[in-house]
Each structure stands twice: as structure tokens, then as C-alpha cells.
């Protein structure tokens, strides 16, 4: 296919957060073959290689003529995110292609501002998918969950978020312990690290005080002060908070372990396999299709005694490391963007 020129668009670009670097990576990779340019509400400025222009998308008044500009810019296509560019996107002449990382269930909201952001998003979403040229949604789950939340019988082609995964995975990191279990990701109750604290102790308790648990990830004040305090009864929990480099983790833990109730992909599982890793995870949304090596859980007990499996014995077979690059590499998910849009467009941009 020629080279097209791209809008690609997000509410945000910032380290620590997994739709955001999934973005990131994404732009880049189309940057290979396609002009690439990049709009955002906020964005951090050590992003580089990206041509990214911040714009108060985030305003009602603003929309309008913001989708005016982008159509002007005569690009072939629009690819957005997350709102409020999906609205802008609804209101372009541009075609739209629509990429769902997902939307929490209501259920795990915790505060009335929180319900807010949900309808706001939801709506966004209702609106935008109705223009679209395709939706894109990166698992099997969210696309079931798409058509049935919104009753959308539209288009619609499965598209995985890709990661950057290094050449090599490096040498792990230097710990005052060896054996640990390894969390990454946002700190939030519905990602139920408090559980995942609980049950690591619950393992302790079977094998000893030689084994920890690493949390590595940004949080809610208050849950971060509900979770310190329960690290400390725990014992051998250590909240890191943000690591900028998280891979030597991955080198050194012995598993990896998560407790969430709800994820649209769940890159650090993905991660953690590409690194050798074990994962623990309950059987729910996304994670029977991206674990590919591990367990999936149906209930706290045997989440717990995977855990102390995994722990206590040497890891059977070679891993996941070559199967994470073939469904999840950069290159992969931009060629197969691109077949998307030559079905969906034509060669022609018409």
C-alpha cells in the first residue's frame, strides 16, 4: 500500500500507563511506512520520533473546529483511541477508525466523578462507533462487549495493542531477595491488589519467609495508603510505585501475578510471558487469551496454590517468549492495521 498519511489521536501520552505507551509504540511503528502525526489533549514531552501536536480536544466549544482543522489537513484517515477525539472523529469528513482498549464496567467505579468519566466515555463511544468506518477492539472479549453494550452491529476487526518488546530481556535486578512474585500496573481497587496482598500471604504462610512480593505501579492515594498497610501485616510486600525500566523485574521475579477484576488486553501479562514468566490470573475477561503460559484461576484457592507451584519448583517447558513476538509485535499489528484499512477505504482513500 502507498504511504498514507495518518491521524492518529488520544486523550493523553504519558509514561506508567498502558493505553498510552500501547499509542505510542503503535505511531511509531506506522511512522515506518506512513506520515505519522499525533494528536493529544496532554502529552509528555519526552516523547520522541513522533510528530505530536496538543490540542484542547477536551472542550465542547473546541470540537467543532478541531475536526474542520483535521479535515482540512486532507489525512486518509483518522485513527483515535479514547475520547474526546472520538467525538472530534465523528464530526470529521475523515474516515474514522475506531480502536477500543476498552471501557471498566460501572461496577467498578468508587466515586460520583468516577460514574461521570464512565457515562462520558460510554457515550463518546455510542456516538463515534455509529461513524466509523471500523471498530477495533483489541481483544475477543471487548468485541463481544462492544455489541452488546452499545447494540452495535457495525464492522468490527479484532486488533491486539502491540508491544515494543526488546531484543533481549536483561539481567535481572539487583534484589536483596530472590524468589518474589511481581505485580505491574495501576494501582486501583478494581485491579484488586489488595487481594492479590492477601493471598500472597496466604502462600507465605505454606512456604516461608523466602519468598516477597513487588508491586510496581502508580495508585490512588488513599487505596496506596489502604495497600501499605496491608503490606506491612503481610510482610514481604514491597510497593515500588513507578519504575521507568520495569523489564529487569520481569527477569527476576519467579512468577508473575495479578488479581484484576476487569482488562481489555492486560500487557504486563503479555510482558511477563515475552520475559519467561509464569502468569497467575483468574479466569476472567481478557486473560484466557493472553495466557499462554500459566494459570488461570477460578477461585482464590487455587490462585493461591499456583502461586506456591510456581514458587517451590523449577518452570516446566520453554515458555511463551516466541508466541507473545508472532501475536503481539509492533510490526504485526501495523501490517495488519493497514490490511484493515485497504479493505475498509480502498487504495484510493475514497
Excluded at 111 to 140: C, E, F, G, H, M
Amino acid at each position: 500500500m502507498e504511504t498514507m498519511n495518518i491521524c492518529v489521536a488520544t486523550y493523553k501520552l504519558f509514561e506508567g500507563n498502558g493505553i498510552d505507551v500501547s499509542v505510542i509504540q503503535f505511531a511509531k511503528e506506522l511512522a515506518r511506512k506512513h506520515n505519522v502525526k499525533v494528536l493529544a489533549v496532554d502529552a509528555s514531552d519526552s516523547i520522541k520520533d513522533l510528530n505530536v501536536q496538543r490540542l484542547p480536544a477536551n472542550r465542547p466549544g473546541k470540537m467543532r473546529q478541531i475536526a474542520a482543522d483535521i479535515d482540512q489537513q486532507k489525512f486518509d484517515l483518522i485513527s483515535t483511541h479514547y475520547t474526546p477525539f472520538d467525538m472530534v472523529a465523528s464530526l470529521c469528513r475523515t474516515p474514522h477508525f475506531l480502536h477500543d482498549p476498552g471501557v471498566p464496567p460501572v461496577t467498578t467505579t468508587r466515586k460520583p466523578s468516577d460514574v461521570y468519566l464512565w457515562s462520558l466515555v460510554n457515550t463518546a463511544r455510542i456516538i463515534s462507533a455509529r461513524k466509523a468506518r471500523v471498530v477495533l477492539p483489541i481483544s475477543q472479549y471487548l468485541a463481544a462487549e462492544f455489541r452488546k453494550k452499545y447494540l452495535y452491529r457495525g464492522r468490527t476487526e479484532i486488533l491486539p495493542y502491540c508491544i515494543d518488546f526488546p531484543e533481549h530481556v536483561p539481567q535481572p535486578v539487583d534484589l536483596p531477595f530472590e524468589k518474589y512474585v511481581l505485580y505491574v500496573g495501576r494501582h486501583t481497587h478494581y485491579k484488586s491488589v489488595h487481594d492479590l496482598i492477601d493471598i500472597f500471604a496466604e502462600a507465605r504462610k505454606e512456604i516461608g519467609d523466602d519468598v516477597h512480593l513487588v508491586t510496581i505501579g502508580l495508585g490512588e492515594p488513599r487505596y496506596m495508603e489502604i495497600l501499605k498497610q496491608k503490606a506491612a501485616r503481610a510482610g514481604n510486600v514491597h510497593i515500588m510505585g513507578f519504575v521507568p525500566d520495569i523489564w529487569p523485574y520481569y527477569a527476576g521475579a519467579s512468577v508473575y501475578a495479578t488479581c484484576s477484576r476487569w482488562e481489555g488486553q492486560d500487557r504486563p501479562v503479555i510482558e511477563a510471558q515475552y520475559a519467561g514468566k509464569p502468569v497467575v490470573s483468574f479466569n476472567n475477561c481478557s486473560h484466557p487469551e493472553v495466557v499462554a503460559y500459566g494459570t488461570l484461576a477460578w477461585n482464590r484457592s487455587e490462585f493461591k496454590d499456583a502461586l506456591v507451584k510456581y514458587l517451590t519448583t523449577e518452570p516446566a517447558g520453554s515458555g511463551a517468549s516466541a508466541e507473545m513476538v508472532q501475536r503481539y509485535a509492533p510490526a504485526r499489528m501495523a501490517d495488519n492495521f493497514t490490511s484493515i484499512v485497504k479493505q475498509a477505504v480502498g487504495e484510493n482513500g475514497t
